[in-house]
């Protein structure tokens, strides 16, 4: 492996090293997953604790759909032909992620939704005021 300070005294060519972008791709992604971990829902849970859980698994998605992204897109500038580019797969990520992202939001925040009717409904205060017994 190559010393930072063998580097510094190496005129800049302007020249990235292969596997460089993929590796900040990559060094990204995973500090994005550390950064952003998911709370427990318990078994009382609030209707804010699935709104949460759509947020960080939209975020999920955001994050996988960016990084097979860039491995996609990499692999495509360093193929001789082009059959990577042509299978048109940087979209088809785009589109199945984006699909799959809201069908869990959506779930997710029906689920909430329907905890704050049975909690909340017919009650003036609202979702401040939670009723109590049957």
């Not at 994050?63 to 979209?91: F, M």
């Amino acid at each position: 492996m190559v010393e930072q300070a063998e580097t510094a005294s190496l005129p800049d060519s302007g020249r990235r090293f292969p596997g460089s972008d993929i590796a900040k791709a990559h060094a990204d992604f995973v500090m994005g997953l550390a950064a952003r971990k998911p709370a427990a829902i318990g078994l009382d849970p609030e209707p804010e604790d699935f709104s949460a859980r759509a947020l960080c698994c939209e975020a999920l998605i955001d994050r996988v759909k960016a990084h097979l992204t860039a491995l996609v897109e990499e692999a495509a500038e360093n193929e001789p032909g082009a059959s990577i580019r042509d299978a048109g797969l940087a979209a088809t990520i785009d589109a199945h992620l984006s699909d799959l992202k809201g069908d869990i939001a959506g779930t997710l925040e029906q689920a909430a939704e329907r905890i704050r009717e049975e909690r909340y409904d017919g009650c003036r205060r609202g979702p401040f005021y939670r009723r109590r017994g049957p």
